[in-house]
């Protein structure tokens, strides 16, 4: 069975900073990995996507992710954090148990930016 | 194209009464998920459904049920509400829901007292 853990519950940044939000997945077979956030009071907004091919995934607002196997990891980063990064992020995987769209999800990430 | 829509955005509902969600697809979307969101479980799968059939299930007491229209647009129900039914209700649309990208509506938040 697939499952998705997210390490750190709260991630601290400053203005300017780098963001690292870590994802590590646990699949029988290759995963396709998502990555959302979550602004209060909203629904979730996908920031990008791994099915195949280029392990270098880029999203919006300047996210980016990278998939590596060995180490089963989909992590999140972005050069320079904004204010307005500041919200809940969530690692998914595809479940896997047919042709269906389930997403099972990790617990999230609160990443606040200080300026 | 508009994206997802759920309505009622927010419902107050005592112990023991019912509810029904209503989710409106993103247009030519065949999919359609639901998930509940908790402080405590995080987001879990409630259930599926494409073209009108369930698909899949999540592992949640026969209380939750839903159902897809052939217009796509998704309804969830929950009977004989508990308190611990209170949480963020939200659907999501994709056009085939096999591993593609799925896209979430606002959500209903219920409160249960």
């Known amino acids: 069975a697939q499952s998705v853990t997210q390490l750190g519950s709260h991630v601290s940044v400053s203005e300017g900073a780098l963001v690292l939000l870590r994802c590590n997945y646990s699949?029988?077979?290759?995963?396709?990995l998502f990555w959302y956030v979550q602004y209060p009071n909203q629904g979730l907004q996908l920031l990008l996507k791994?099915?195949?091919?280029?392990?270098l995934v880029k999203g919006i607002n300047g996210f980016e992710a990278e998939f590596k196997k060995s180490e089963t990891s989909f992590h999140l980063t972005k050069p320079s954090a904004h204010m307005s990064d500041a919200a809940e992020y969530f690692c998914?995987?595809?479940?896997?148990?047919?042709?269906?769209?389930?997403?099972?999800f990790g617990q999230g990430t609160t990443l606040q930016v200080k300026p | 194209k508009a994206g997802v829509t759920q309505t009622p955005r927010y419902l107050i509902k005592t112990r023991g009464q019912q509810v029904t969600l209503s989710c409106s697809p993103i247009?030519?979307?065949?999919?359609v998920s639901w998930y509940q969101q908790t402080p405590g479980q995080g987001l879990q799968f409630l259930f599926e459904?494409?073209?009108?059939?369930?698909?899949n299930k999540g592992n949640f007491p026969g209380r939750f049920s839903g159902r897809q229209f052939s217009n796509s647009r998704s309804e969830m129900n929950v009977s004989t509400l508990e308190l611990g039914d209170s949480a963020l209700y939200l659907c999501?649309?994709?056009?085939?829901?096999?591993?593609?990208?799925?896209?979430f509506g606002p959500g209903t938040r219920l409160l249960v007292l």
């Open positions: 699949s029988s077979v290759p995963p396709y």
């Open positions: 999501a649309s994709s056009q085939t829901g096999s591993r593609g990208s799925q896209y």
């Open positions: 998914a995987v595809s479940d896997l148990s047919g042709n269906t769209g389930k997403l099972i």
């Open positions: 247009s030519g979307h065949r999919s």
């Open positions: 791994y099915t195949t091919g280029a392990t």
């Open positions: 459904y494409f073209s009108e059939t369930q698909r």
